[in-house]
């Protein structure tokens, strides 16, 4: 009677909206990984649902890209990189940035696109913003094939010469976006529980922010002064040019703009988990 007892109260879970501003609950979280695989597939359901083509697009919409890019300002206004295949460069540059905008735009609507689900039932809220990230990081995955299968013919050819040292940083970098992405995105899904219009705004922010980034030109091409300063203040410009500069061997890496670029991340992270668990208490009654 007693291991019974215990056993049942080993079961027990406590539901409460007193909670301090920065609780992870990670156990909890882990608790519910399958939860996130499941959020995780369900995105690529929805996304390719009903489509000719279905996850083809993975590789069709970073490929017509990159041409595009490669044409307007590779040819056309001469911002190409130089040393280094502009296709490559940006179909590596473009997968670095599609992956990092999902991680921002896809939990942007966090709240607001699963309210239904939160009105209803209980888990951690935190599982939606990580299954956006994880699913963003697959697709990103997915995407690189075909990159590396360019890198792969440039290589052989001796068009390309990468830092192999460098490679190891490769998956830091990855998590680095991806962390930023998703503390951006949750501080703007927990405003846009109020404002509506914040979710319209950041697809225009996104794509500003893509230009204020050397995606579509290497850093070099930047002169120095207050343009040159403010890219480099910019906390995604450290990341892209380091998985440039192991990937392609292509740029210089700043060690001062890593280390802002790690500080803002954390501070993102951190804020947004806080406004997070405050706004998830009473989402509900604004959204």
């Given at each position: ?27 909890e979280v882990w608790r519910y990984r399958d939860l ?20 083809a697009w993975i590789f069709i919409n970073p490929l ?224």
């Open positions: 009677m007693a291991d019974k007892t215990a056993a049942e109260q080993s079961r027990h879970i406590h539901i409460s909206s007193k909670r301090k501003l920065f609780t992870l609950n990670l156990g996130i695989w499941l959020f995780t597939k369900r995105s690529f359901t929805v996304t390719y649902k009903q489509t000719v083509l279905g996850p017509l890209t990159s041409l595009v890019f490669s044409v307007i300002f590779g040819d056309i206004a001469g911002l190409g990189p130089e040393g280094v295949p502009q296709l490559l460069f940006y179909m590596c540059s473009n997968g670095l940035w599609s992956y990092f905008s999902s991680c921002v735009t896809g939990n942007a609507t966090t709240f607001t696109a699963n309210a239904a689900v939160f009105g209803k039932v209980y888990f951690p809220r935190l599982t939606t913003p990580i299954s956006n990230m994880l699913s963003a990081i697959i697709r990103f995955g997915i995407q690189m094939l075909l990159t590396a299968c360019l890198f792969v013919y440039y290589l052989a050819n001796g068009a390309v010469t990468p830092h192999w040292w460098a490679w190891a940083l490769l998956p830091i970098v990855v998590l680095h976006l991806g962390l930023l992405g998703m503390g951006v995105g949750i501080i703007v899904s927990s405003l846009t529980t109020k404002y509506r219009d914040l979710a319209v705004l950041i697809s225009f922010c996104v794509q500003l922010w893509m230009y204020a980034t050397p995606i579509v030109y290497p850093m070099a091409q930047i002169e120095g002064g207050a343009l040159k300063t403010a890219i480099a203040l910019n906390p995604v410009t450290a990341p892209v040019e380091l998985f440039r500069y192991a990937f392609l061997g292509q740029g210089t890496v700043a060690v001062e703009g890593l280390v802002l670029s790690v500080v803002l991340t954390l501070l993102c992270v951190i804020f947004g988990i806080m406004i997070f668990n405050r706004v998830e208490k009473t989402f509900m009654d604004t959204v």
